[in-house]
């Protein structure tokens, strides 16, 4: 009984090796009339190819057909592409936070926004009405399932190969259903015309950094892609005086201090802290990590959860902030 | 020929003229109000036609748009004005395949909406988007994983849809324009003459319409369910609350025919008095309607109570903020207004037979328009109130949504636009179609003799 089902996966075994090679040798056929009928000649030099399966093959330069590809600008294209090799993470330790807010205003001076335009915000929070109040950091969680990219129309928010979700300001179309998706609020929308000199507007548009910031369109946390690309950490994690940001990458397993630049296995710090991401149950595996507020030997102390109006109305108030 | 025979024929004729007179004299009559009417429409489109200007120039920060609220009153009159127009599929194609007789006079009446509706349903999602100049990325760039994508493809197919099936039934009435309206002004005549497309009434071609008419019947019908389905899919498939939720699609194609049939009644009163059409748009032709709209609002009612019980029931941390603010907080008055004037009370009243009369029912159907209108905007904007994480540091004003000028000029600007492109059609064409009420009448024999 066992010989004969061995007998009967050898033999479907050989099946399958004989119509696998049927239709190797179909397709190397047809391979080859069709490069009969191109008239292409072989230069006898072979480029190593990684098939979708995984297998390493050798073909002909003149069998590799070009990819059609959308035109884009070179930053454009890399900023799509991403730093291939990378899977991006932070860890913001809420037990260090006292609300410096420096992590705020330089972003918003890099990404050049408005005082009310937060990549990352810093939140007044209390769990319970018996639990102490804390800070927490805000920004884009980055989540390795993204609502937002799956519902724009026109793949003008999207999820790079290292993890980072971006958007294109040369494409967005401002119907803000990324903001409607995000259930981390994590979007904010240009509203009016940012306040640029002419020479400033007409920039060369950079999507690592989405600057410049264009009216109608979408704009939000980059995880600082453009001072990933040089090797640094972000604008926020660098600018924090009290040690609250990790940055690093997860294909590596670490991550360092913004501040003390001290380097740690990101999974080990995860597991001593009993790290967490917020709304698991939403399923969006966000990339960026929490460590619970706890062991604080600072006061928390309130701040207005409203900002002013400016005296001249809403309008007035968009004088960009890096001036 | 029998004497009997012939005299049937005379009757048959006389009668075919009759309505065949009856609804062609209201397009002989341009009264002095009525131009009036037109005007003032082109002066709010005007206006809204400027605001917008501003609006393209400065941004959509000169609505009360903001980055927690970011969908307003134009995405509420979007999902408004697509649920109008399902009426058109509704009355032409439901009650149509369902052997209704009674509604065959309101069949252009309901295509008319249907197509004023949908064209301001297109005009209002372009009007909120922020980049309109990039219009074109959604069929250059689109993704059909977006429901931005289904909707746009459903609402240009639905579009075309009703543009066609108001135009089919239209042919023979046109011919017979052509071949009476002789005292009309050049355009008008050209107009009837190219759209007529040569149409004599021989069998063949009538064999052709009605198979054609026949085809598009059934083609609207799941192309109507999907486009207010997939408008309601852009909530329900967000993971927010008072949005993420599964019987949306039907909620909201329930609440639709709601709109669409009370926007028939208050048009059925309008044509019945200015064109005095007593014998067609008759106390049954109310009386009917009115018990569908009843009908219809009956399984609104039941789809509400589902909407928004269960979640008051389970009253979880942000279920609980937003039934709150709807029930006690801040948006009860309106909630509270839209729920009782615009549906659980027309319920009541029309279930009695007086109140289906054309006057009262006209002004229930006013109440229950204006509730599908603010209903949408509750459903819309209160829910960006409560998202998962606190709102701070942003300006008072993003706390909250009071309409500014420039929306309420616009959204004001696309009730015009939808008013416009009806009254302007009734102007050139009968509002009720001649031959289809001739059919019923029982005179085409007369009608197919008349070349």
Redesign the interface.
């Known amino acids: 009984m066992k010989k004969n089902k061995d007998n009967k996966s050898e033999t479907r075994r050989n099946f399958l090796k004989n119509s696998a090679l049927l239709g190797a040798g179909a397709l190397a056929s047809t391979a080859v009339l069709s490069s009969c009928s191109t008239d292409v000649e072989s230069t006898g030099e072979k480029v190593k190819l990684l098939t979708a399966t995984g297998e390493l093959v050798e073909v002909d330069p003149s069998q590799i057909k070009k990819v059609r590809k959308?035109k884009l600008s070179e930053l454009s294209e890399r900023g799509r592409e991403g730093l291939v090799g990378h899977h991006w993470t932070m860890v913001i330790d809420l037990s260090k936070c006292k609300n410096a807010r420096k992590c705020m205003s330089a972003c918003q001076g890099a990404h050049e926004l408005l005082p009310?335009?937060?990549h990352i915000?810093?939140?007044?929070?209390q769990d319970t009405p018996s639990t102490a109040p804390y800070y927490m950091p805000?920004p884009c969680f980055h989540c390795d399932n993204p609502?937002c990219t799956?519902?724009?129309?026109?793949?003008?928010t999207f999820k790079r190969k290292d993890g980072i979700v971006l958007i294109d300001n040369e494409?967005?179309?401002?119907?803000?259903?990324c903001?409607?998706?995000c259930?981390?609020?994590a979007?904010?929308?240009?509203?009016?015309?940012p306040d640029y000199t002419e020479e400033e507007r007409n920039r060369i548009y950079d999507v690592e950094l989405n600057v410049p910031q264009k009216?109608?369109?979408i704009t939000k946390c980059l995880f600082s892609a453009d001072r990933l690309r040089k090797g640094k950490l972000p604008y926020c994690v660098s600018a924090c005086p009290n040690g609250v940001y990790w940055f690093g990458d997860k294909m590596e397993d670490s991550v360092t201090n913004g501040t003390s630049k001290e380097t740690r296995k990101f999974s080990e710090l995860i597991k001593e802290n009993a790290g967490y991401t917020?709304?698991e149950d939403?399923g969006t595996k966000p990339q960026v990590y929490y460590l619970p507020p706890k062991q604080r030997t600072f006061d928390y102390e309130p701040v207005d959860?409203?900002?002013?109006?400016d005296h001249e109305g809403?309008?007035s108030?968009h004088s960009n902030a890096k001036h | 020929m029998s004497d009997s025979k012939e005299k049937e024929m005379k009757a048959q004729s006389d009668g075919f003229e009759q309505i065949r007179e009856d609804l062609i004299r209201p397009l002989h009559h341009n009264t002095f109000g009525n131009q009036i009417y037109i005007r003032v429409l082109i002066f709010f489109i005007l206006m809204g036609a400027i605001a917008y200007g501003h609006q393209l120039l400065?941004?959509?920060?000169l609505t009360a748009?903001?980055?927690?609220s970011?969908?307003g009153l134009y995405i509420a009159s979007f999902v408004f004005w697509v649920a109008v127009s399902l009426i058109g599929s509704l009355i032409s194609a439901i009650l149509k395949l369902l052997n209704q007789n009674w509604s065959s006079p309101l069949s252009r009446i309901s295509e008319l909406i249907a197509l004023g509706a949908i064209a301001m349903a297109a005009a209002s999602i372009v009007i909120?988007?922020?980049?309109p100049d990039?219009?074109l990325?959604?069929p250059?760039?689109?993704?059909i994983?977006?429901?931005?994508?289904w909707d746009?493809l459903v609402v240009n197919t639905y579009l075309v849809i009703s543009i066609i099936l108001l135009y089919l039934p239209l042919i023979p009435d046109i011919a017979i324009l052509r071949d009476r309206m002789t005292d009309v002004p050049k355009w008008q005549k050209k107009i009837y003459q190219v759209l007529s497309i040569g149409w004599q009434g021989t069998q063949e071609q009538w064999r052709l319409l009605k198979r054609a008419i026949w085809i598009m019947i059934i083609l609207i019908l799941p192309v109507a369910f999907s486009i207010h389905t997939v408008t309601s899919w852009?909530?329900a498939?967000?993971?927010?609350t008072g949005?993420h939720s599964t019987i949306f699609g039907p909620y909201f194609v329930s609440g639709a025919f709601v709109a669409g049939s009370a926007a028939v009644v208050i048009a059925m009163y309008v044509f019945r008095k200015r064109h005095k059409l007593q014998d067609y748009l008759a106390d049954k032709q109310f009386d009917m309607m009115n018990k569908l709209l009843v009908l219809t609002m009956l399984i609104y009612l039941y789809f509400n109570i589902n909407e928004y019980l269960v979640p008051g029931y389970r009253w979880g941390r942000l279920d609980g903020a937003h039934i709150y603010e709807l029930f006690l907080g801040h948006e009860a008055p309106l909630f509270w207004l839209t729920q009782i004037l615009g549906l659980v009370l027309p319920i009541f009243l029309l279930l009695f037979k007086p109140m289906r009369k054309p006057l009262p029912s006209m002004v229930i159907s006013i109440f229950v328009l204006l509730a599908a209108w603010t209903k949408r905007v509750l459903i819309v904007i209160p829910t960006?109130f409560h998202?998962?994480?606190?709102?701070?540091?942003?300006?008072?004003?993003?706390?909250h949504y009071i309409p500014t000028w420039t929306e309420i000029l616009i959204t004001m600007a696309t009730f015009a636009g939808a008013l416009l492109i009806i009254s302007l059609l009734v102007r050139i064409f009968p509002v009720v179609p001649i031959w289809e009420i001739a059919h019923e009448k029982g005179y085409h024999k007369i009608f197919k003799a008349e070349k």
């Open positions: 959308e009310h335009q937060h915000n810093v939140l007044q929070m805000k609502p799956k519902v724009c129309p026109v793949n003008a494409r967005c179309i401002g119907c803000r259903f903001i409607a998706a259930p981390y609020s979007r904010m929308f240009q509203w009016f015309e009216k109608g369109t917020y709304f939403l959860k409203v900002m002013k109006e809403e309008e108030t | 400065d941004g959509l920060g748009m903001r980055d927690y970011s969908w909120d988007m922020g980049r990039r219009v990325n959604i250059l760039h689109g993704r994983q977006s429901p931005i994508i746009f852009l909530f498939t967000t993971s927010r949005w960006q998202p998962q994480f606190p709102i701070q540091n942003v300006p008072e004003s993003f706390m």
